[in-house]
């Protein structure tokens, strides 16, 4: 991957902002699906607490810890990978820069995980 220009990188980084603010956003609908199911009597508060730490300890925690550590161009390749960004959305210079990184980022999510 080449070295990105400052403008590049304010762009990558406003970007990747916005992939965490969807990835965030599709996580908290199923803290949601729990807070419905507590609405309608189907899990207790104490359930719902712990969904809630869950969400906060785990998932709410790793996205933070990975979009703001990581690298804004695996980010935004990542992103574009999994469907968060549209390639439309990303300049069309800084998509081809990524490209070997988004494919790689395609390959991998299709990996089946092992234990």
Same mark, same amino acid.
């Given at each position: 991957?080449?070295?990105?220009?400052?403008?590049?990188?304010?762009?990558? #980084?406003? &970007?990747?902002?916005? =992939?965490?603010?969807?990835? &965030?956003? @599709?996580?908290?609908?199923?803290? $949601?699906?729990?807070?419905? $199911?507590? #609405?309608? +009597?189907?899990?207790?508060? !104490? @359930?719902?607490?712990? !969904?809630?730490?869950? !969400?906060? @300890?785990g998932t709410s925690r790793d996205? *933070?810890? @990975?979009?703001?550590?990581? $690298?804004? +161009?695996?980010?935004? =390749?990542?992103?574009?990978?999994?469907?968060?960004?549209k390639e439309s959305e990303v300049?069309?210079?800084?998509?081809? =820069?990524?490209? +070997?990184?988004?494919?790689?980022?395609?390959? *991998? =999510?299709?990996?089946?995980?092992?234990?």
């Open positions: 991957m080449r070295e990105f220009t400052k403008p590049e990188k304010k762009i990558l #980084r406003k &970007l990747a902002s916005e =992939a965490y603010a969807r990835e &965030l956003h @599709q996580a908290l609908g199923d803290l $949601d699906s729990a807070f419905s $199911d507590w #609405r309608n +009597g189907r899990i207790d508060g !104490f @359930q719902l607490s712990d !969904f809630v730490h869950e !969400f906060h @300890q996205l *933070y810890i @990975q979009y703001t550590r990581s $690298d804004p +161009g695996l980010l935004v =390749a990542r992103a574009v990978a999994r469907h968060l960004l300049p069309k210079p800084l998509l081809a =820069a990524l490209k +070997g990184l988004v494919e790689y980022c395609r390959e *991998y =999510a299709e990996e089946p995980e092992t234990d």
